[in-house]
C-alpha cells in the first residue's frame, strides 16, 4: 500500500488570516506530507471541523501558530497506509481515529486533516471502534477530550449529581455520557431547546429542562457540579486571544 502512496495530495489550505469564506482555497498539489519515526501517515476517509479551526484561521492564537500555508482540521478518521520505524501500535490497513495536535493551540500541525493525507504520532491515535462509521468517529476526538477535561477539573466523581446547560451540543451530549458511563454520575440533568428534550432523555438525562419555559436557577433541586457546554466554547475562544 506504501508504494501507492503519491507524492502530491487534494487539499484545502490558506496562506493568510481572515474569514475562511475568503482565504481557504482547494488545492490539488499539496505535498503529501512526510512521515517521522513515531508517526503514520493516515488516508483520510473523514475529518471534522471545530471552532477551534475557524479561530485558527482568523489569527486568534498566530503567535504559537505553524507556518503557512496551512491546512486546517483536528479531527480524523482514516486508515493507516504507512508507519515510521518506532511505531508499534498501529500497522497498515489498522482504520484509526483521533485528535492530531497534542497541544492545539501551542504550534498546531502546519498539515491537517483537511486533505486526502495527514500524518500524525501514533500515541495520538486509538482504533476506530467497529460500531462507529468513520463519520461519526471523526466527530468525536476534540469533543469528547473537552467533555472529559472539564469534568475531570471539576473533581468529577462516582455519585456526585450534574448539570448540564446547552445538553443538545456537541460537547453537552458528550458531557452527559461521559458522566453517566465514564464518572459514574448518580443524576445528571440538561438543559436544552423544546424541540431537543427527548434526545437528552436518549441520552439517559434523569431531568430535561426546557430552558424557554424554565430557568434552572429556580429549580428547588441543588447539583454537586454544573458544567455550561456554551461557556466552555466561549471561554477557549477568549484563550486564543491570551
Known amino acids: 500500500m506504501a508504494d501507492s502512496i503519491p507524492s502530491k495530495m487534494k487539499a484545502w489550505l490558506y496562506n493568510e488570516y481572515g474569514n475562511s469564506e475568503n482565504v481557504l482555497r482547494f488545492d490539488s498539489e499539496v505535498e503529501v506530507p512526510q512521515v517521522k519515526e513515531d508517526q ?3 488516508k483520510v476517509v473523514a475529518a471534522a471541523l471545530n471552532p477551534v479551526d475557524s479561530k485558527r484561521i482568523l489569527g486568534w492564537f498566530k503567535v504559537t501558530d505553524s507556518p503557512h500555508p496551512t ?4 479531527d480524523v478518521a482514516g486508515v493507516v497506509v504507512k508507519v515510521g520505524n518506532q511505531v508499534k501500535k498501529f500497522k497498515i490497513g489498522d482504520e484509526v481515529y483521533g485528535n ?7 504550534y498546531p500541525k502546519q498539515f491537517g486533516t483537511l486533505a486526502e493525507y495527514t500524518a500524525v504520532e501514533e500515541k495520538l491515535l486509538s482504533l ?3 460500531n462507529l462509521s468513520f463519520v461519526e468517529a471523526s466527530g468525536l476526538p476534540l469533543a469528547i477530550e473537552t467533555a472529559y477535561e472539564g469534568l475531570e477539573k471539576a473533581g468529577f466523581s462516582p455519585g456526585k449529581s450534574l448539570l448540564v446547560l446547552g445538553g443538545a451540543g456537541g460537547v453537552g451530549t458528550l458531557t452527559i455520557q461521559v458522566a453517566k458511563h465514564v464518572f459514574g454520575a448518580s443524576r445528571v ?3 436544552a431547546s423544546s424541540g431537543k428534550l427527548e434526545l437528552l432523555k436518549s441520552l439517559g438525562v434523569d431531568l430535561a429542562i426546557d430552558y424557554t ?8 433541586e441543588k447539583f454537586d ?6 461557556a466552555v466554547i466561549i471561554m477557549n475562544s477568549m484563550s486564543f486571544m491570551d
Open 71 to 74: 491546512v486546517p482540521g483536528y
Open 213 to 220: 419555559k424554565e430557568k434552572y436557577e429556580h429549580l428547588p
Open 128 to 130: 476506530k471502534p467497529k
Open 40 to 42: 503514520v501517515l493516515i
Open 225 to 230: 457540579v454544573v458544567y455550561d457546554a456554551a
Open 189 to 191: 440533568a440538561a438543559t
Open 100 to 106: 492530531i495536535n497534542e497541544h492545539p493551540l501551542n
